[in-house]
């Protein structure tokens, strides 16, 4: 039995040099970005601009160069094909950034449509939509949850087949990358009496058809109201759409009819991992975060660091963490050994999933409540890490759902007791082991 939690030497010049790239460019990216002024407040003018975005496509270039553009991809669609463990641990250094994913070509939706395009689309499509899109040229958005229901089962969104093509009507709520986006997939119902796993179906729509709208561009929370109401293309944010007799030919049907909610989970559970490895992340950096401030701040004449309850608060977070870190890359592993997604997978990756909210809030809100007014403040990352927390419990399927869906699962390897008392009752099992006992001793005496 081998078990071995080295890396290998080649992979682990590829993380430093992932970490490196981090620390020195990406990470100074964002926090100019968050700005985007230079040191005298003065806004950027468009060929200001146009630098950035140079710089930026000089970076992805480095990237490309080190073998890693898209990294999440398999060979055959131009990736390195590294499995799920070399991808947790690239995505743990790219989770301390908000840049790092678009740098490197694996930013989400679009990560998860390649997905879905490459398992479930045709020829045309893959020509038409996944190659740019690898390519980093254009953008993509998944238009999956509505305003009145997250559950596919209360869905109202619908496609109806008119001649040679779909006619599409309905609203989609918090549609990430929206207004930004080149094209959408949208499911929506097109077999409203079948069974509930058989309602949906998916759609390719180009983001400039008639009757596509962006009711508002809606943003996280501590974004000011306002920015929801300029939805003008190009912008981020979570889309409140609504399609208008949005009229698409036959051939954007992706995958086949009525196979929209099984064909989502292709996109959905890879997607988890990625999304708890970044998390570890971003929960290591708050941590980091923590240490320091625990050795650099003194109060009533002691460092912080000298105090038992914050050593103790230091103490919870680094056990969370790396018992959360261990989980993930086990989930991991899984997949690359069986790879599929066995119901032994999916019970472990609901696990990390719901770990992942609660692992995430716990640590950063401590090193907020370490940091005391500055914590508070928008003058460190912690904001923004904070706000990360209630994402995690409800994207890609809340926590709730996810608990159920794992006591479900855990459940199937259990058997229920048919007598009145259950199998562990001890004074069954003491009658029992009498029984088996007497025999033995007996067997002895009569030897």
Known sequence: MAIDF?????????????ENLVKEDIEPLDQFMSVGTDKNGKAL????????????????????????????LGPDLGGPGLGQVKLCLLNEKLGRTSMGPTIFGC???????????????????????????????IRSAYSMTEPHAGGPEEFKCSAVRDGDEWVINGEKWYTSNGAAADFLIV?????????????ASMFIVDSDLDGVEIVRNVHNLGTPLKENYDTSRGRGGHAYMRYNNVRVPASALLGDEGAGFVGSQTRL??????????????????????????????????????????????????????????????????????????REIRKEIASIKISAAKVNHDIVYRAIHLHGALGMSNETALGSMWMSAPQMGIMDGSTEVHKANL??????????????FPTYHL????????????????SYHAA
């Not at 080295?6 to 992932?18: A, H, L």
């Not at 930013?107 to 045709?122: K, R, V, W, Y």
């Not at 929506?188 to 058989?198: F, H, N, R, V, Y």
Request: aromatic share 8%; with cysteine.
């Open 6 to 18: 080295s890396v290998e030497p080649e992979f682990q010049k590829q993380i430093d040099w992932v």
């Open 45 to 72: 003018d468009a060929d200001g601009w146009d630098a950035i975005r140079a710089y930026i496509k000089e970076l992805q270039q480095r990237v490309r160069d080190q073998g890693l553009w898209g990294f999440h």
């Open 107 to 137: 930013q989400a939706p679009d990560t998860g449509n390649m997905e879905l395009i490459a398992h479930n689309g045709s020829e045309e499509q893959k020509e038409k939509y996944l190659q740019p899109l690898l390519r980093g040229e």
């Open 187 to 199: 499911m929506a119902i097109t077999g409203p009496d079948k069974p509930m796993l058989e309602k």
């Open 269 to 342: 559970s890879g997607g988890r991992i990625h999304h708890a490895m970044r998390a570890v992340g971003v929960c290591t950096k708050a941590l980091d975060m923590a240490c320091e401030r625990a050795l650099s701040r003194r109060a009533r004449g002691d460092r912080l660091a000298d105090l038992q309850m914050v050593q103790a608060d230091l103490a919870d977070s680094y056990i969370q963490l790396k018992q959360f870190r261990l989980h993930v890359l086990y989930t991991a592993w899984m997949i690359d050994d069986i790879g599929s997604y066995t």
């Open 407 to 420: 006591a479900k699962l855990m459940l199937r390897d259990y058997e229920p007791s048919d007598d009145l």
């Open 427 to 442: 004074p069954k099992l003491i009658a029992k082991a009498q029984d088996k006992f007497s025999k033995i001793v007996d």
